[in-house]
């Protein structure tokens, strides 16, 4: 149990790194592929905008089951300009037959790139029709495998 922890956290720091490297490389446009498809906006507490990006390209799929990667983006100022930056990474899992949607790990990230926290406990995800939560599984049940 201790050593299966141990990997998933490995594996979460190191997409945490990649992700990063990615998205300091890419372009700022809602539907790169490099950051993943864009699956819509939150607000945060402050009201301001997060966008959110689903890793459809490297989904894990087990029968009807769909495990994948989503980012957060917010913006930060700098000076009279804005630029984005990742707040948070998610490792999701969707049941695609009873649409159940589960968080499984979080990671959260302050403004200039440091770990604020992270979460390693799977919980549901309460969704309704047309919440983001509906667009995430959607679609991983709708194009896992596809690139």
Do not use: P
């Amino acid at each position: 149990m201790i050593e299966t922890k141990k990997i998933k956290y490995l594996f979460l720091v190191i997409a945490a790194i990649l992700f990063v490297g990615l998205h300091s490389c890419g372009s700022d446009d809602k539907t790169s592929d490099d950051i993943g498809k864009y699956a819509g906006d939150v607000r945060d507490e402050k009201g301001g905008v997060v966008s959110v990006y689903i890793d459809l390209q490297n989904m894990q799929i087990e029968g009807q089951i769909r495990k994948f990667w989503i980012r957060y983006y917010g913006e930060k100022s700098i000076g009279k300009s804005k630029e984005s930056y990742m707040r948070q990474i998610g490792f999701w899992e969707v049941d695609c037959q009873d649409r159940t949607l589960h968080v499984l790990s979080e990671e959260y990230y302050g403004v200039d790139g440091q770990v604020l926290g992270r979460t390693e406990e799977r919980f549901k995800e309460e969704y309704k029709e047309g919440s983001l939560g509906d667009k995430l599984a959607s679609a991983a049940c709708r194009y896992a495998g596809r690139n």
